[in-house]
Each structure stands twice: as structure tokens, then as C-alpha cells.
């Protein structure tokens, strides 16, 4: 069984709409970030809503949240910068939820490379998994250099269709800053109809190995 909270975060700038997705006992929790505000990305569309219930169906606590100035988020779209911001006040509120849970952060498309842009910022090193991250395309704001990065548990999942980057692209940046690389065969960048394949593989990117 799981159940669902919704809340506001407030963070600088803007008071986020968010929500939880619960298991009965969560063993782990993941703040996970939505692909690109203006192309309708959201908490809530569908493969956001199906990673966070297969999540939470595996002992996840996962908080999604939707960026400044999508749904009901105060604020304005700031192109990749204040959403780092965002993205800080998630994980504080998953932090202070809970404090003694490993928790982890992951994004699609826009919500990788903006989770790990925060990363590079803030020195972070918490675990990270990038699903289908834009990296080499024009229509999002450049990956982080390596260097700037943390050493931290990584992994990069892409579809060997996806429209907007390369998976040849794609792996050269996960050998770039040392992180696992998943292709997923047949799969564009919406991963339709594979959303249960996706998420146990977000899921293994996030667990600690035994």
C-alpha cells in the first residue's frame, strides 16, 4: 500500500507545489525533477506520475515537486538557474523528512541536467540518476563540466531513440564524470510502454550496492 501528501516548499523566490508519493515503511527517498516547463514538462506528466508509483511501490519516498511558475508553483521560468534553487529546497524538505533514510535525486530530461547543475553548484554528492539528460542538445543548458562535480554514485539511463541526444553523446559524458550508462533499446525519450523497465533502473541507480 502507498499513500500520498501534497504540501507547498518554500524556497527563495518561489513557494513550490509538491508532493509525496509514500510507501507504508520507506527504506529510501528521492527527490525526482520534471523534464522542461516550457514544453508542458510537470510533476505530473505520465512518466513522472509512473517513475514515482513504481518507486514508491519498491520502498521509495518520493517528493516531486513542479518548478517555479509551472501548475501551482509561484514564480517565473528562470532557464535552468533559479531552478537550482528549486531543486535545494526539495532536498532540504526530504532531508528534514527524512533524516535517517539515504536519499537520492533524480531527473528526466530538463530535471537531470537541472539536478545535477545544483550538484556541480552546491558541491553536492548525494546519488544521481539523469534519465534521458539532454546532453549536446540546444534546447537546454549545457551538463556541468566534470571537474566541477563531486565524486558521487551516478548513473545515466537514455533511450537508443531518444529525439534529442545521442546515446553516443550520452556515454561519452557518463565515462566523462564517471557515471554508470543504461541504454534502453527501442525506447525514445518518452520511454513509452517501458515506464516499469525505467524505474527499476532508476531504482538500482539510487540503491546502495550491497
Not at 520534471?34 to 518520493?62: C, D, K, T, W, Y
Amino acid at each position: 500500500m502507498t499513500h500520498h501528501e501534497t504540501l507547498a516548499i518554500d524556497g527563495p523566490g518561489a513557494s513550490l507545489q509538491a508532493r509525496w508519493d509514500l510507501p507504508e515503511e520507506p527504506q529510501q527517498a528521492v527527490v525526482l525533477c520534471h523534464p522542461h516547463p516550457l514544453q508542458r514538462g510537470s510533476m505530473n506528466a505520465p512518466l513522472m506520475v509512473a517513475i514515482a508509483e513504481n518507486l514508491a511501490h519498491n520502498g521509495f519516498a518520493v517528493l516531486r515537486f513542479n518548478f517555479r511558475g509551472v501548475g501551482e508553483s509561484q514564480g517565473e521560468h528562470d532557464f535552468g538557474d533559479g531552478e537550482m534553487d528549486d531543486v535545494a529546497s526539495a532536498v532540504q524538505v526530504a532531508l528534514e523528512r527524512f533524516p535517517e533514510l539515504p536519499l537520492g535525486v533524480a531527473g528526466w530530461s530538463f530535471g537531470a541536467v537541472t539536478s545535477l547543475r545544483w550538484q556541480a553548484r552546491d558541491n553536492n554528492d548525494l546519488s544521481w540518476v539523469g534519465v534521458a539528460a539532454p546532453v549536446g542538445s540546444t534546447r537546454s543548458r549545457d551538463m556541468p563540466q566534470p571537474g566541477t562535480l563531486q565524486k558521487a554514485r551516478r548513473t545515466m539511463i537514455i533511450g537508443d531513440r531518444d529525439q534529442f541526444a545521442s546515446v553516443a553523446n550520452s556515454r561519452a559524458y557518463a565515462d566523462s564524470i564517471a557515471a554508470q550508462h543504461q541504454v534502453m533499446k527501442g525506447s525514445d525519450h518518452f520511454f513509452y510502454f517501458r515506464e516499469e523497465k525505467l524505474a527499476s533502473l532508476v531504482a538500482a541507480g539510487l540503491s546502495e550496492p550491497a
